[in-house]
């Protein structure tokens, strides 16, 4: 600090700031670079074919159905991840007996967050792998449970009518702890009093939740919306570990289309690299227009 702030700024932030460059940004610009050409991963050779790759993706079925299962997915998983975080925080912020201690959680919240919130601390390969042994045809947890009850049991990631619907499910499930300890530590935070005043107004648990709560956490759960968005995306690792897309493409994402595109038997990076530049304008689309119309004015409690 003998030399000034700005040395120290310089010697603390250069740094950083160049690994980010040279790891982040440079790949991200050789992506938009490659997209352009016909580049096949493997040789020195990689002739410009200008904007084909892109006029391909246009005419390309197969993108357009990762495209619609993506596009199911981002209406879907933020909004049932949202709905079952915020319902289960509610439960345990303010389950308990509504007396003369105010509202209180249900006894034994601090055990039910730790629960929740385990698949946080499991890799995505292991819940892929936990979920595919869970849903094996002839084996399986969910299918021994049903022939138990004397039910039969579809063969779940095989049949194209069950498969996306199963990994949709595992994609909630793991996201849904998270959440309700982000949601439950944003409920920490609004003052009792608020919830007594509503309490001795008659307020029901759901107009609560619905008048009270979800407007004073309206900026968690906007931040909740836009990464579960750019997850639901991506959703690679599940998709790829337990289906690889199939059966019949049914569970294929645009992260799945693009691997296979790059590193299948075609090796086509150049095309792969224009998939994964509509991607990244896409996610950021997304990401932008969620902030851009979830924006509303903030409220103040003291």
Same mark, same amino acid.
């Given at each position: 600090?003998?030399?000034?702030?700005?040395?120290?700024?310089?010697?603390f932030l250069?740094?950083?700031?160049?690994?980010?460059v040279v790891?982040?940004?440079s790949p991200?610009l050789?992506?938009?670079q490659?997209?352009?050409?016909?580049?096949?991963?493997y040789?020195?050779?990689?002739?410009?074919?200008g904007l084909a790759?892109?006029?391909a993706?246009w005419?390309?079925?197969?993108?357009?159905?990762a495209?619609?299962?993506?596009a199911?997915?981002?209406?879907?998983?933020p909004?049932?991840?949202?709905?079952?975080?915020l319902?289960?925080?509610t439960m345990?912020?303010m389950?308990?007996?509504?007396g003369?201690?105010g509202v209180?959680g249900?006894?034994?919240s601090?055990l039910?967050?730790?629960?929740?919130?385990?698949?946080?601390v499991l890799?995505?390969v292991?819940?892929?792998l936990?979920?595919?042994e869970?849903?094996?045809p002839?084996?399986?947890?969910l299918?021994?449970?049903?022939?138990?009850l004397?039910?039969g049991?579809p063969?779940?990631?095989?049949?194209p =009518?069950?498969a996306?619907?199963?990994?949709?499910?595992v994609?909630?499930?793991?996201?849904v702890g998270?959440?309700?300890?982000l949601?439950?530590?944003?409920?920490?935070?609004?003052p009792r009093?608020?919830y007594?005043?509503?309490?001795?107004?008659g307020a029901?648990?759901l107009?609560?939740?619905?008048r009270v709560?979800?407007?004073l956490l309206?900026?968690t759960?906007?931040?909740?919306w836009?990464?579960?968005?750019?997850?639901?995306?991506d959703?690679f690792?599940?998709?790829?570990?337990?289906?690889?897309?199939g059966?019949n493409?049914?569970?294929d994402?645009?992260?799945v =289309?693009m691997?296979?595109?790059a590193?299948g038997?075609e090796?086509?990076f150049?095309?792969?690299?224009?998939?994964?530049v509509?991607?990244f304008?896409?996610?950021?689309?997304?990401a932008?227009?969620?902030l851009?119309?979830?924006?509303?004015?903030?409220?103040?409690?003291?």
């Amino acid at each position: 600090m003998r030399h000034g702030k700005y040395p120290l700024i310089v010697t603390f932030l250069v740094p950083p700031v160049l690994l980010y460059v040279v790891f982040v940004v440079s790949p991200y610009l050789q992506a938009f670079q490659i997209s352009t050409t016909d580049w096949l991963g493997y040789s020195a050779e990689a002739d410009s074919v200008g904007l084909a790759n892109f006029r391909a993706l246009w005419r390309d079925d197969y993108v357009w159905n990762a495209l619609k299962n993506n596009a199911i997915l981002l209406a879907l998983v933020p909004v049932l991840t949202i709905v079952l975080g915020l319902f289960f925080a509610t439960m345990l912020n303010m389950g308990g007996r509504r007396g003369r201690a105010g509202v209180t959680g249900v006894r034994g919240s601090a055990l039910y967050r730790t629960v929740y919130f385990f698949p946080q601390v499991l890799s995505v390969v292991i819940i892929a792998l936990l979920w595919k042994e869970v849903y094996h045809p002839n084996k399986g947890l969910l299918t021994s449970a049903l022939h138990a009850l004397g039910l039969g049991s579809p063969t779940w990631l095989g049949d194209p =009518r069950t498969a996306f619907w199963c990994v949709l499910a595992v994609m909630v499930w793991s996201n849904v702890g998270f959440y309700v300890v982000l949601f439950g530590a944003a409920m920490s935070a609004v003052p009792r009093e608020i919830y007594e005043a509503v309490m001795l107004d008659g307020a029901s648990r759901l107009t609560t939740l619905r008048r009270v709560t979800l407007p004073l956490l309206w900026d968690t759960v906007q931040v909740a919306w836009v990464y579960l968005a750019i997850f639901a995306l991506d959703g690679f690792i599940l998709v790829q570990l337990m289906t690889n897309g199939g059966p019949n493409f049914s569970t294929d994402v645009i992260g799945v =289309r693009m691997y296979d595109t790059a590193f299948g038997s075609e090796t086509k990076f150049g095309y792969a690299s224009a998939i994964g530049v509509v991607m990244f304008f896409l996610t950021l689309s997304v990401a932008a227009l969620s902030l851009r119309l979830g924006r509303r004015d903030r409220i103040e409690y003291s």
